[in-house]
Antibody, heavy 118, light 110 residues
Framework: QVQLVQSGAEVKKPGASMKISCKAS????????LHWVRQAPGQGPEWMGI????????NYAQKFQGRVSMTSDTSTSTVNMELSSLTSEDTAVYYC???????????WGQGTLVTVSS | QSVLTQPPSASGTPGQRVTISCSGS????????LNWYQQLPGTAPKLLIY???QRPSGVPDRFSGSKSGTSASLAISGLQSEDEADYFC???????????FGTGTKVTVL
């Protein structure tokens, strides 16, 4: 079965960078795009971007351009998401998600809580 | 500020039918398919409806989706206590060139 397992919770200082990994299993890694979505406390989900694991092409939400980087490692079936220049507004649960159908993220990781605090 | 607008809340008694609306524009709902998610507290969003009206395997047929023009709706028939959750619509937006989520609707089972 499709599984997305994310790295553990992190606490970061303002101005620092974070990097979250998402290891996929149960399907051919290069066949499906992977999304990154975050959800701040009490807020709705917010799409951050998408990566094609085959080739590594990306499309980032305008809000995060210049501050986010998504990469894929086909040897380990893992995608990584790095976000820099963190502020308290980046405190959120971060999810990776794979499409179930075209542009319909339907398989989700367990989420990674990132807390940004001085 | 989301480009997809939903009512903040909806409610019903067990067995009733509840409908949630999602209003967008020509660049999102008007030109792309619409998805619906259910989110229980402390869990990841669960895809409930995709491509306007398709249910993933395992989703009860009590949940149905429809789309017309730049609006869409999710209907829950035979409301059950376990349906108490937050619901979000989502679609690709051609102007933003990104995937956008709705403002969310909290469904309460009275």
């Amino acid at each position: 079965q499709v599984q997305l397992v994310q790295s553990g919770a992190e606490v970061k200082k303002p101005g620092a960078s974070m990097k979250i990994s998402c290891k996929a299993s149960g399907y051919t890694f290069t066949t499906y795009y992977l999304h990154w979505v975050r959800q701040a406390p009490g807020q709705g989900p917010e799409w951050m971007g998408i990566i094609n694991p085959s080739g590594g092409s990306t499309n980032y939400a305008q809000k995060f351009q210049g501050r986010v980087s998504m990469t894929s490692d086909t040897s380990t079936s893992t995608v990584n998401m790095e976000l820099s220049s963190l502020t308290s507004e980046d405190t959120a649960v971060y999810y990776c998600a794979r499409d179930l159908a075209y542009l319909a993220p339907g398989y989700w990781g367990q989420g990674t809580l990132v807390t940004v605090s001085s | 500020q989301s480009v997809l607008t939903q009512p903040p809340s909806a409610s019903g008694t067990p067995g009733q039918r509840v409908t949630i609306s999602c209003s967008g524009s020509s660049s999102n709902i008007g030109s792309n398919t619409l998805n619906w998610y259910q989110q229980l507290p402390g869990t990841a969003p669960k895809l409930l409806i995709y491509s306007n009206n398709q249910r993933p395997s395992g989703v009860p047929d009590r949940f149905s989706g429809s789309k017309s023009g730049t609006s869409a709706s999710l209907a829950i028939s035979g409301l059950q206590s376990e349906d108490e959750a937050d619901y979000f619509c989502a679609a690709w937006d051609d102007s933003l060139y990104g995937y956008v989520f709705g403002t969310g609707t909290k469904v309460t089972v009275l």
